[in-house]
């Protein structure tokens, strides 16, 4: 479904909008670089975003990454599952619309 990334992609991409390319690969470097987050932490955090955003390129080039940076397995694996748990809470945490809604028309509906 989704083209494997290429050399000729990335040239094709940077050549028709060379500004905000430019301008993406600084933020992007400024974001991941040492910091108050070492950049080993922050591809780990990219990694758990990158699953609950569910892109592709994300989720392999941020395991690399962090993985070139010193993260084990382990830790890769863990981030996955703070992400898993992070969009399940949010589907429960969500449930609170769907029960003042149902709330609200049980009321109008006794009322009425």
């Known amino acids: 479904m989704y083209p494997?990334?290429?050399?000729?992609?990335?040239?094709?991409?940077?050549?028709?909008?060379?500004?905000?390319?430019a301008a993406f690969k600084a933020f992007s470097n400024a974001v991941f670089a040492d910091g108050?987050?070492?950049?080993?932490?922050?591809?780990?955090?990219?990694?758990?975003?990158a699953h609950t955003t569910q892109c592709p390129y994300c989720i392999r080039g941020h395991t690399g990454s962090a993985l070139r940076r010193g993260a084990t397995q382990q830790e890769v694996m863990e981030a996955i599952w703070v992400a898993a748990e992070m969009r399940a809470g949010a589907a429960y945490a969500h449930s609170n619309l769907a029960l003042d809604t149902m709330n609200q028309v049980e009321a109008k509906k006794a009322a009425g």
Do not use: F, W
């Not at 494997?4 to 390319?21: C, D, G, K, V, Y």
């Not at 108050?36 to 975003?49: F, G, P, T």
């Open 4 to 21: 494997e990334a290429s050399i000729e992609l990335h040239r094709q991409r940077t050549a028709l909008a060379p500004e905000p390319a």
């Open 36 to 49: 108050a987050l070492s950049a080993k932490m922050k591809d780990l955090i990219a990694i758990a975003v």
